[in-house]
C-alpha cells in the first residue's frame, strides 16, 4: 500500500524533516516566539511526530493526541508563547511534511497516488487534533492562571 510506504519514507527521513522543519521556522516570523522555547526541546518534539508518524496515524487514539498536546499547549503557554505562534509550528509541521513528499515520495503513477488519499485523511485528521489540544492546554493555562489572579485579588480586598 502506497501510503503505508510513504509513511515508512517519512519515518526513515525523520532527522532531515526535523532539522528542516527547524531551518523554516527559524526563518519564520510567524514563529518568532518559539524562540524563547530551547532548540532541543523543538528538535525533540519535531523529531518524535516524524519518527514515530506511523503510531500516530495508525494506533494512537484521540485520547493519546490529547494526551500529549494538550500538556504541550500549556507548557508554551507557561513560556508566554503566543499561541498563533504555536498553531503555525504545528502547521508548519505538516506542511514541511508534503514538501517533502512532493519532492522525494511522490513521483506514482496516477492510480497509485489514490492509494494515498488515505493518508492524507489521517495527517490531517492528526494534524487537526494536535492544534485542538495544544489549544485547549493553552487556554487552560491561561483559565487558571485568571483564576488564581482573581482569587489573589479576592483575598487582598
Known amino acids: 500500500m502506497i501510503a503505508l510506504r510513504l509513511v515508512r519514507l517519512i519515518e526513515s527521513h525523520s532527522e532531515q524533516l526535523t532539522e528542516s522543519l527547524l531551518h523554516k521556522l527559524e526563518r519564520s516570523s510567524r514563529a518568532a ?3 524563547k522555547v530551547p ?9 518524535e511526530i516524524y519518527r514515530n508518524l506511523s503510531d500516530w496515524l495508525l494506533t494512537k487514539t484521540e485520547d493519546d493526541i490529547e494526551r500529549v498536546y494538550t500538556p504541550l499547549g500549556r507548557r508554551r503557554a ?5 499561541l498563533s505562534a504555536l498553531c503555525w509550528a504545528l ?5 514541511n511534511l508534503w514538501d517533502f513528499l512532493e519532492m522525494e515520495g ?12 488515505e493518508l492524507l485523511r489521517l495527517l490531517d485528521l492528526f494534524f487537526d487534533q494536535a492544534i ?3 489549544t485547549l492546554g493553552y487556554e487552560s493555562y491561561w483559565k487558571a492562571k485568571h483564576a488564581e489572579e482573581g482569587a489573589h485579588l479576592a483575598h487582598v480586598a
Not at 507557561?78 to 503566543?82: A, F, L, P, Q, S
Not at 502547521?91 to 506542511?95: H, V
Open 33 to 35: 516566539d518559539l524562540r
Open 39 to 47: 532548540m532541543h526541546e523543538l528538535r525533540e518534539r519535531a523529531g
Open 78 to 82: 507557561e513560556r508566554g508563547i503566543d
Open 91 to 95: 502547521m508548519m509541521t505538516e506542511e
Open 106 to 117: 511522490m513521483r506514482e503513477k496516477p492510480l497509485e497516488i489514490l492509494g494515498g488519499f
Open 132 to 134: 485542538y489540544f495544544a
